[in-house]
């Protein structure tokens, strides 16, 4: 039998070939992005607790209400944002999928798709697979920044949607109040879509606010904005997630998503809804994550790295020229064989793997495992 490939030039996605490496080698992974410490008792108890009450079947399709209405009451409190939960939330399993829901929900073959490089691995092939073409621009070297005079220059007719994503994975860095006003005088008057992935909300750093679409109405108007419970409360697992977008847009989304997965799982749904109601339960979690990454970037003073700036997510990125100039890909593959540590190369997250010779490291992990990941690259000297 065979299949004409829809996505020829893909192979099998780098986060699960290099969990499988570490895996081998009984390297430490600060690779891949999830957590090894565990999430909050308290919810677990609550999942626990709902299955015994009784709640282990269907939700309706746009997931269950009570867990809307805290969203759009979250929503509100954060962002100052207006949301209605019957008709502009959709709980999904997980935020890549609302956000390949979002974009098969408005693309045609043909279509355009502005997409920031380095940009998550699921991006490209999402818009591939509804025959669209994915129109990419750097961020600029080494400061991560939106270029937005670019992104004037590469708009057209074709236009369909811009994909941005803060906190930023690979690098960590945040859009800030002039990247999002600047947005969105490019997009006024046009009818260019915003997908903007926001699965690291809450995990933003020294004191910076979260820029949300949600906060300007000139862009949540046009945007499908996604989320993930799984990053944010350390649940990685669990894959869910929602998307927020405006009626009509949230109207269309519903009709892909009805009959793609229909709905997602009930106990963690009625769990997160009791859950949310205490804001603690989310305010905590940036600084939480910033005293990981302040205890990282003081371990690895004492190696030959060089780490870039990270203001938010799971993630920091490092040059490591003073060790090799191997390319990034076989510099991570040896440091797991040889070192045994993994991380992710930053090629992974361009189309055409651009090397400018830096990797990943994941931070979302106790201080014992951060600890023993850099007693092991402390000694290193070259590879
Ligand atoms: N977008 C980005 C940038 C991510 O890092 C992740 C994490 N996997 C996701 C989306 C999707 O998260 P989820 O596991 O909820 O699908
Ligand atoms: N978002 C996670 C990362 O960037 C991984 C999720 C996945 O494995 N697809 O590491």
């Known amino acids: 039998m065979h299949i004409q490939s829809k996505l020829p030039k893909v192979g099998t996605t780098i986060f699960t070939v290099m969990s499988g490496l570490a895996a081998q080698h009984n390297a430490i992974n600060l690779g891949q992005g999830f957590p090894d410490f565990s999430m909050d008792e308290a919810l677990m108890d609550e999942v626990t607790r709902v299955m015994k009450e009784g709640f282990n079947q269907y939700v309706p399709m746009q997931g269950y209400m009570p867990l809307r209405e805290a969203i759009a009451e979250k929503a509100d409190f954060l962002y ?5 939960p019957a008709n502009e939330i959709t709980i999904t399993p997980g935020g890549t999928y609302a956000i390949y829901t979002a974009l098969t929900t408005i693309l045609n073959p043909g279509d355009e798709v502005i ?3 380095p940009a998550y691995d699921s991006y ?5 697979v509804n ?7 750097p961020l600029d070297f080494p400061s991560y920044a939106v270029n937005w005079n670019e992104v004037r220059r590469k708009i057209n007719s074709k236009t369909k949607a811009i994909i941005i994503n803060s906190p930023h994975n ?3 860095s945040i859009l800030t109040e002039e990247d999002l006003k600047a947005l969105a005088s490019i997009v006024e008057g046009t009818n ?3 997908i903007s992935d926001e699965v690291y909300e809450h995990l933003v750093f020294d004191q910076k606010q979260h820029q949300s679409v949600l906060r300007y109405p000139e862009l949540k108007k046009r945007s499908f904005v996604c989320f993930s419970f799984g990053k944010v409360y350390h649940c990685t697992g669990w894959k869910l997630g929602y998307c927020i977008a405006d009626a009509p847009l949230m109207e269309e989304f519903r009709k892909i998503h009805q009959f793609n997965c229909f709905s997602c799982h009930t106990p963690s749904q009625v769990a997160l809804s009791r859950y949310l109601t205490n804001s603690e339960a989310y305010l ?3 600084p939480a994550m910033q005293k990981k990454r302040d205890y990282f970037i003081q371990l690895m003073k004492e190696t030959p790295f060089e780490l870039l700036h990270s203001s938010g997510s799971y993630f920091i990125t490092a040059k490591y020229d003073k060790i090799s100039n191997l390319p990034d890909h076989e510099f991570a593959v040896e440091l797991t064989k040889k070192a045994g540590v993994t991380t992710i190369p930053v090629s992974a997250f361009y189309y ?4 400018n010779n830096v990797i990943r490291f994941c931070f979302a992990k106790k201080e014992e495992t951060l600890e023993r990941a850099v007693e092991r690259l402390v000694s290193l000297k070259s590879l």
Do not use: Q
């Open 80 to 84: 100052n944002a207006k949301i209605d």
């Open 115 to 117: 997409v920031f490089e």
């Open 124 to 128: 490209i092939p999402n818009i591939e």
């Open 131 to 137: 025959g669209a073409v994915a129109v990419r621009i």
């Open 170 to 172: 690979p690098t960590g």
């Open 192 to 194: 260019i879509f915003i």
């Open 284 to 286: 905590g979690l940036g």
């Open 352 to 355: 055409n793997s651009d090397d």
